[in-house]
Every structure is written in structure tokens, then in C-alpha cells.
């Protein structure tokens, strides 16, 4: 694992125990009922544990707090449940914390499942939920496959426009197997999403080519300019396949636009532009975002046993195929995010300079008693 600690050998590392009590006393400050903040950072401190490290405590402020700060979102989360039908439902997230709607909802689509065989649960006005693939592993846990998609602002141009319409719109898959990891796929329907951005922001990197696309239809590499365009309709994500039909951008957009109809057709809720952000005189107001949550249990088929059985033989199978002459190895989604775990177990989480300074800011502006290494 040493070429993975290189990667971030400008990083201090702190254990997760510290991190996430650290945000969970932030955001009990913003008026977080403890028992949502556990959630909360439960997502978050997630991210991070896998390796993801654009959607966990990077996050926390300039995706959380400063929304809160902003009155755009609701510290308090109240569900109501508008239809209930055997194996689906409908809630209202009420502009609340989408990871505490996130966990009802997939806590009922796995109960339901276990009922019918499938559960489906739909999600409107809620909030960015954090890592999709949290949720997925929630019903792996539970023996089952999970499947959930998300609408977010608009990022993404369609195939042959330039135009910021969809948004990163993540199709997310979790499957259990007899592995010591599950089989999850957890990424964007874009060829990168804003956090990557960000990430290479922090670290004062351009972005490689491809990623965006200019108003004029050519790539921008960028980063800072890119980071504050996106939000302006000057620049755009590239859907997966990248700029154009050559390398399959159209599929991309396609799966984009199945998740965005998804996440607003089944429980009558906003889509594209409707998720800016920001009114016609330019003032913020809130994301009311879509999600779907889906269980499916192995057991009412074949059997869980079975199931698990053929899906690690796929995956092995997969894995010990040819490779290329230069690759080290074959990878199955869920796999570099388990490997990573087995590193971050021990060593804790890396934290650039960019993510320091976030955390001593926080932690100054609410007055919390925390010294942390990195200040020495």
C-alpha cells in the first residue's frame, strides 16, 4: 500500500474517531438534533473510510453548513410519508438533511422487501444525501441488492449541447456476495462530478481534458474558473463517454436522463432547472432534490446462499481474466473502496491543508474545544 500513502503524502492523517465526533459537534451546533447528526456523519465519515474522499468531511461545510448558514435547508428533518402501497412509497423529505431521509427511506424499502420480495421508495424535497452508495450497502448488509438514484443541480451537458441541464445523477448498485466485500458501483452519470473538482481545486491541479465543456464546445482543463462557472451555466460536466457520440457520451446522458425522470416522475417532484439553486433575481433558495431507494430480497428467488454464491464466481471470474500486459491487476466495483479500508483502518483519514483550515474555521466560529495535531 505504499503507492497509496504516497498519493497524499502532503496530508496529515487524524483517526475517524476525531474527525467524526469533531463533525458531529459542528453540526450539533447548526441546531442538528444529535440523534440526525449521528446519521449525518455516519454517511460522511463513511466517504472517507472508503477512499472517497470528494463527498466526506470536504463536504461538511460548503455543501452543509454554509447551506444551513444560508437558510436554504432545514436543520431539523421531518419525514412524512405521503402514500404508502405494499411494496412502495412515497416520502417528503420537508428540505431536510437528505442523509437522515435517505436511511428512513431505504430502512423502509428493505422491510417492505423482505415482505414482497421488493421494495421501492420515492423521495422529494430532500437534500444532498452524501455518498449513494451508503444506502446500497445498507440492503447488502441486509442480505439484499439495493439500488438508488439521485437528482442533483444542474452539471451536465446533454450529448451536443453545452447547456448545464442534468445533474450528476448517480445510478447506484449494491450486491451482496460470499466476498468479505460487496459488489457496489456507486459513480456519476458524468464523466467526473463536482467534488473530484473540488479535490483537484484543494490540490491546485487542472483538470485533464475532457471533463468539461466550455459554452464554445471545447474541453476546459481550468480547475478554479471551471469550479466557479459551473454555477454561473458557462461551463458544464461531459456526460460518461465524454464530449460528442464517439465514445459512447450519448449513454451517459441517457442513463443521466433515466435517473433525473425517476427521481421526479414517481413522486411529482422538481427536475433540471428547477434544482438551481437560486431564484430569478439571483438569490439562493433550496435544492428540493429527488431520490429513489429500491430493495430487492435474494431469498424470495433462488435463495440468498445461492445468490451470493454465483455473484462471487462472477466477480472472481472477472478478476482473474486476462490482463493487459502493463496492469497489475483486474478490479470489481466495491473493491478499491475495500482496499482502501484496509489501509485508512489503521492509518486514519488524510487531511490536506485546504480541509485544515476548513476545520479550524468551523471549530473557531462555534467556539468548540478542539486542538487539532496539524495547528503544531
Known amino acids: 500500500m505504499t503507492n497509496y500513502a504516497d498519493q497524499y503524502k502532503d496530508c496529515i492523517w487524524l483517526d475517524f474517531e476525531t474527525l467524526e465526533q469533531f463533525m458531529k459537534d459542528a453540526l450539533i451546533g447548526y441546531g442538528i438534533p444529535k440523534e440526525d447528526a449521528d446519521i449525518i456523519c455516519d454517511v460522511l465519515i463513511e466517504s472517507d473510510k472508503r477512499g472517497i474522499d470528494s463527498h466526506g468531511i470536504g463536504r461538511l461545510k460548503p455543501i452543509y453548513l454554509d447551506r444551513l448558514d444560508m437558510g436554504i435547508m432545514n436543520p431539523v428533518t421531518k419525514i412524512d410519508v405521503l402514500k404508502d402501497e405494499k411494496a412502495a412509497a412515497v416520502l417528503d423529505g420537508n428540505n431536510g438533511l437528505g442523509h437522515v431521509v435517505g436511511k428512513k427511506a431505504m430502512e423502509m424499502a428493505i422491510e417492505k422487501a423482505r415482505e414482497y420480495g421488493v421494495g421501492v421508495i420515492a423521495v422529494r424535497n430532500s437534500t444532498h444525501y452524501g455518498i449513494a452508495g451508503y444506502f446500497v450497502t445498507m440492503a447488502t448488509d441486509a442480505g439484499m441488492i439495493g439500488i438508488t438514484g439521485t437528482n442533483a443541480r444542474p452539471s451536465i451537458a446533454p450529448t451536443f449541447g453545452v447547456e448545464n441541464m442534468l445533474g450528476t445523477n448517480p445510478l447506484t448498485f449494491g450486491i451482496p456476495t460470499d466476498e468479505e466485500f460487496p459488489f457496489v458501483l456507486d459513480c456519476a452519470t458524468s464523466v467526473t462530478q463536482r467534488g473530484k473538482i473540488e479535490v483537484y481545486g484543494?490540490?491546485?491541479?487542472?483538470?485533464?481534458?475532457?471533463?468539461?465543456?466550455?459554452?464554445?464546445?471545447?474541453?476546459?482543463?481550468?480547475?478554479?474558473?471551471?469550479?466557479?462557472?459551473?454555477?454561473?451555466?458557462?461551463?458544464?460536466?461531459?456526460?460518461?463517454?465524454?464530449?460528442?457520440?464517439?465514445?459512447?457520451?450519448?449513454?451517459?446522458?441517457?442513463?443521466?436522463?433515466?435517473?433525473?425522470?425517476?427521481?421526479?416522475?414517481?413522486?411529482?417532484?422538481?427536475?433540471?432547472?428547477?434544482?438551481?439553486?437560486?431564484?430569478?433575481?439571483?438569490?439562493?433558495?433550496?435544492?428540493?432534490?429527488?431520490?429513489?431507494?429500491?430493495?430487492?430480497?435474494?431469498?424470495?428467488?433462488?435463495?440468498?446462499?445461492?445468490?451470493?454464491?454465483?455473484?462471487?464466481?462472477?466477480?472472481?471470474?472477472?478478476?482473474?481474466?486476462?490482463?493487459?500486459?502493463?496492469a497489475e491487476r483486474i478490479y470489481t466495483a466495491g473493491e478499491k473502496e475495500w482496499l482502501a479500508w484496509q489501509y485508512r483502518k489503521e492509518h486514519g483519514c488524510p487531511v490536506p491543508v485546504s480541509l485544515q483550515k476548513m476545520m479550524i474555521s468551523v471549530r473557531d466560529k462555534l467556539k468548540l474545544d478542539y486542538s487539532f495535531p496539524f495547528e503544531s
Open 202 to 326: 484543494r490540490a491546485g491541479k487542472d483538470l485533464p481534458p475532457g471533463w468539461v465543456i466550455g459554452v464554445d464546445g471545447k474541453t476546459r482543463t481550468d480547475t478554479k474558473q471551471v469550479l466557479n462557472d459551473l454555477t454561473k451555466g458557462l461551463a458544464a460536466l461531459t456526460p460518461l463517454g465524454g464530449i460528442g457520440e464517439e465514445h459512447g457520451g450519448y449513454k451517459g446522458y441517457g442513463y443521466a436522463a433515466v435517473v433525473e425522470i425517476l427521481c421526479a416522475a414517481l413522486q411529482d417532484g422538481s427536475y433540471l432547472k428547477d434544482l438551481n439553486g437560486f431564484d430569478e433575481d439571483g438569490t439562493a433558495i433550496p435544492y428540493p432534490l429527488g431520490h429513489f431507494f429500491i430493495a430487492i430480497d435474494p431469498e424470495k428467488f433462488m435463495g440468498l446462499a445461492t445468490f451470493k454464491l454465483i455473484a462471487g464466481n462472477i466477480c472472481r471470474d472477472l478478476r482473474n481474466s486476462q490482463k493487459a500486459p502493463d
